[in-house]
């Protein structure tokens, strides 16, 4: 028999090796985007597995075997979706419902049953795929908006699992969230984790607000109480493994790469963006605010130039291929306008770049502009920091990054503000080297500090207090030893106190808490005993006692109500314990200490 470790079970829905299908057959290369690239670094220690979508349409099940043996070997396990899968799950309810709402761009949502249909029937096959793996003692970290069910859904089939789940873009404001017809299967199925995780404490507190709001859980310091257990809600501002972007940006291909481009260049300054095409990242707007530097500052023409780094993206989605189509011209324009015969305003690259060119684009760089207009965190600030390894450049970030509420050393900008974007690139590229070394120094030290690594331990570390202290507070049932032998010390006692919860436990739970009221048999459940006495309480009881039958203050039970205004109302009507009834309590422990 093999007695195999605990392991973490990481579930997203992109792997961070994408699958492409070419002449020669099939190539793996790594994924884009910074969910890949940051938990890339960290999912093969200790055995873990990653569960999620090779990001090919796969039809051939030979292919899919062929491609699962693959993965496997790199601690993968693939999850295939269809043709139709992908274009309701991936391209309509995940990026055309849910990306666009929680990124402030409700005019680009559609609300299409059948999409929400693949998305319930994907998170269901994301669940199927890691049960299958999942041993009892494993721990499962769900990620991202494409799986907002699957902590639930997973709950269900394994009620004492251990569930974090990790958010990477914004959590809108609840006037955002609400729009949506199925909010409430959304929050019921992240609620489905011990642990909720965000990158800032802005989108926990719309998160907490909207689990308020709609579901009437409220919280306590983050702590959300469900009937059967509770969960916790946490910041987790997500770092990059910085070792290795130093490493790469030292590395001698790096440096290869940068002297190429820097001759190519010829001296030309450089500002540089890079992102995944996306109308969350304000790419038209930088555009617009470069093309503004040129204009109010003219003797930057012929001196500085954009090199942009646009990753193709969801391309099939309506936006995106009209955002591309944008871009495309406001490139063409500025590039038509400002060009001379020896130099280029703009250096536009469609496509995606190894590591090793990525470092050496930073290193290059005397400026990074990253502008999103909406943006969960921004790993790519965070890479341009840990490259500068000679602490030199500025940071232009919008204030909309999550990554804005740690780089605060950074030029912070409003990205709807293009003549504040251009005035902060003429800041950056005319600032004098010991500020930029003083802010540089400052923002690397925090991106070292609070790495990818001690993002996760810090999550996992989290995830398993969560489960403590859900165990220490979790009702424990009685077995038949302590039965007996509470029974047997109840029988034995010269004197008895019973004391019993109402609602719930001497009458039935009622949606109206101004309904429950006491029936005949409750005066009977106990058998009347000059050396008992019975005792229950309720939170409705105040409420509600007016409306009960009369005779029930010769019941056997005394009622205590939860609250000090609830013992007020039953001294009125003679059914509070004594004490309460001549001193008019203000509290309810003159009514405990008198019973
Ligand atoms: O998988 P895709 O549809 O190709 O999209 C790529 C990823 O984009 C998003 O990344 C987010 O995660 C980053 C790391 O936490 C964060 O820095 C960034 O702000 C987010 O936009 C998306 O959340 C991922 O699920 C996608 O895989
Ligand atoms: O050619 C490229 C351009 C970008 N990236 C990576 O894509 C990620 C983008 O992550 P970010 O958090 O900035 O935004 P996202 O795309 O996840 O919304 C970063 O790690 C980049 O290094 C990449 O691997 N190849």
């Not at 909720?196 to 959300?224: A, C, D, E, K, W």
């Not at 250096?347 to 909406?374: K, Q």
């Not at 790993?379 to 940071?395: H, I, P, Q, S, W």
Request: glycine residues 6%; contains cysteine; hydrophobic residues 40%.
């Amino acid at each position: 028999m093999t007695i195999r470790m605990p392991r973490t079970i990481i579930v997203s829905n992109r792997l961070p090796t994408k699958v492409q299908r070419n002449n020669e057959g099939l190539s793996f290369k790594p994924s884009e985007g910074g969910l890949a690239t940051g938990l890339g670094s960290i999912y093969r220690q200790d055995g873990n597995v990653w569960v999620g979508w090779p990001g090919l349409l796969v039809e051939d099940p030979a292919e899919e075997k062929q491609i699962a043996e693959a993965l496997q070997g790199d601690s993968m396990a693939p999850v295939f979706l269809s043709e139709v899968e992908i274009e309701n799950f991936y391209e309509g309810f995940s990026n055309s419902t849910l990306w666009p709402t929680f990124h402030y761009f409700p005019q680009f949502a559609t609300y299409e049953p059948a999409h929400w249909q693949a998305y319930v029937a994907v998170n269901e096959k994301f669940c199927r795929a890691v049960l299958e793996l999942a041993g009892p003692d494993d721990t499962i970290w769900v990620h991202d908006y494409q799986l907002l069910l699957l902590p639930q859904l997973l709950r269900q089939q394994r009620p004492d699992c251990t569930i974090g789940f990790f958010l990477h873009i914004p959590f809108p404001s609840y006037e955002l969230l609400r729009v949506l017809p199925w909010r409430r299967q959304l929050l019921e199925g992240m609620l489905g984790a011990d642990l909720i995780g965000f990158h800032t404490f802005g989108y926990m507190r719309h998160f907490l607000s909207s689990v308020s709001q709609l579901l009437g859980l409220p919280n306590q310091n983050g702590q959300v109480e469900l009937p059967t257990r509770s969960v916790l809600v946490d910041a987790f501002p997500m770092g990059i493994d910085y070792e290795h972007y130093v490493q790469a940006a030292g590395s001698e291909a790096a440096q290869q790469h940068e002297a190429t481009y820097r001759e190519a260049l010829r001296g030309s300054r450089v500002v540089l963006s890079i992102d995944r095409l996306d109308y969350s990242k304000g790419i038209a707007q930088r555009l617009r605010a470069f093309e503004q530097l040129l204009q109010r500052h003219p003797e930057w023409v012929g001196q500085v130039s954009l090199l942009m780094v646009v990753v193709p993206s969801r391309d099939q989605v309506a936006q995106y291929a009209s955002l591309k189509q944008e871009i495309d011209e406001l490139v063409g324009r500025i590039n038509a306008s400002f060009s001379t015969i020896d130099w280029n305003p703009i250096y536009y690259f469609y496509r995606s770049f190894p590591l090793e060119e990525l470092a050496a684009l930073y290193r290059l760089a005397e400026v990074g502009l990253v502008t999103p207009v909406r943006d969960g965190m921004n790993l790519v600030a965070k890479e341009f920091v840990a490259c500068k390894t000679d602490n030199r450049g500025v940071l232009i970030l919008s204030e909309r990054a999550g990554a804005a509420r740690e780089l605060s050393d950074a030029l912070l900008i409003n990205p709807t503000d293009l003549e504040g974007m251009a005035e902060a690139l003429h800041q950056a590229l005319t600032m004098p080297a010991d500020e930029q070394e003083q802010r540089m120094t400052a923002m690397r030290e925090l991106v070292r500090e609070y790495n990818v690594f001690a993002w996760s331990k810090l999550f996992m570390y989290q995830l398993a207090y969560s489960k403590v202290k859900q165990n220490t507070l979790a009702t424990h049932v009685l077995d038949e030893k302590a039965s007996s032998q509470l029974l047997a010390d109840y029988q034995a006692a010269p004197q008895r106190l019973l004391l019993l919860d109402y609602d719930g436990t001497l009458a039935h739970f009622h949606p109206n808490p101004r309904k429950p009221s006491p029936t005949r048999s409750c005066a009977s459940c106990c058998a009347p005993s000059p050396t008992t006495r019975r005792t229950a309480w309720s939170s409705s009881a105040g409420a509600t006692v007016p409306r009960w039958p009369t005779g029930w203050g010769s019941c056997p039970w005394t009622l205590l109500p939860s609250t000090a205004c609830g013992c007020a109302r039953l001294a009125k009507t003679g059914n509070c314990f004594r004490s309460c009834a001549t001193t008019g309590c203000t509290s309810c422990a003159p009514c405990l200490t008198s019973t």
